[in-house]
């Protein structure tokens, strides 16, 4: 897959669909890979006509790693916060939304629809609101607003995200097994994944790139970018805000509290879904991701 400069540094995409269509610019979540947007996802927009984009985020997959900063210190980071001060980070989500807006201005893009899972859902949104210039529509997918007075994740699931990496190059099936059990914590209740679509999953991911001091540097974008409904409120796309009612990781009232803050946006909460994307609920997203683009289409 190829590379391009974008706000500065190399950004891994691909591009799917007809040249013809509406461009969608699909951006992943926290610590992912630009893969786990599955082909069933990507097939079922492309067969709607959309142009889909995706890319991995900078620290993450085969994109542009900023080595020199090393890992963060956390510790300190909330400690900034807790006193008031700004923390010293590599970089913020407004920083990842910018390498979003910049590979669209490479792509030759002039707009496109933006949709965005969990991290990727924050930086969906601030490109909505630090990029208004570049956006269609917004759908922003079990997401928050780091809004300080909603609920926390369940432990279970914060340990499942944050527990320590288990090297692939040393032991490939305690990673993978790992993987596993994380996933089995944070995913669908009510919609599970094949424990060997998971398992093929993370084999993959290993095998493209393992990274994870770039997942805490994004850990700590996260926790330094703070409160950000003053931004949200200022969004101008049609923007609907889709949420697994089940969701461990972030509790559904993170998304009731995104389309409070965002004007005009419309909530849609699916039962039994918790913070995944399951293969029985695609068809489903799609068309309440159409409801964005066709808000935007109608002027709404």
Do not use: C
């Amino acid at each position: 897959m190829p590379q391009i400069i974008a706000n500065g540094i190399p950004l891994e995409y691909a591009i799917y669909g007809r040249e013809s269509g509406e461009p969608i610019l699909l951006i992943m979540g926290f610590g992912a890979q630009m893969t786990r947007w599955s082909p069933q996802f990507i097939r079922e927009l492309t067969e709607r006509n959309y142009r889909v984009i995706v890319h991995d985020n900078r620290d993450v997959g085969l994109s542009h790693r900023l080595e020199a900063h090393g890992e963060p210190d956390m510790t300190a980071v909330y400690t900034a916060l807790m006193s008031g001060q700004t923390p010293d980070v590599p970089y913020l989500l407004n920083d990842m939304a910018a390498d979003s807006a910049g590979l669209l201005e490479a792509l030759g893009i002039e707009k496109a629809h933006i949709v965005g899972a969990s991290m990727g859902g924050m930086i969906a949104q601030m490109v909505a609101a630090n990029h208004r210039e570049k956006v269609l529509s917004l759908t922003s997918i079990m997401s928050t607003t780091g809004n300080p007075a909603l609920p926390p994740a369940n432990p279970e699931a914060m340990a499942a995200l944050t527990k320590p990496a288990v090297d692939p190059a040393e032991n490939l099936d305690k990673h993978i097994w790992s993987g596993l059990e994380s996933q089995k914590v944070t995913g669908s209740p009510a919609y599970p994944t094949p424990d060997e679509i998971l398992i093929e999953r993370i084999k993959q991911d290993a095998k493209r790139a393992y990274y994870p001091v770039g997942r805490a540097r994004q850990m700590a974008a996260i926790v330094a970018s703070g409160d950000r409904r003053e931004a949200l409120a200022t969004i101008v796309a049609p923007t609907v805000v889709i949420h697994g009612e089940a969701d461990p990781l972030v509790p559904v009232e993170g998304g009731r509290d995104t389309a409070a803050v965002i004007p005009d946006a419309e909530l849609h909460t699916i039962p039994g879904m918790g913070h995944d994307l399951p293969q029985q609920l695609i068809p489903r997203i799609a068309d309440l991701i159409e409801r964005a683009t066709a808000r935007a289409r109608e002027g709404v």
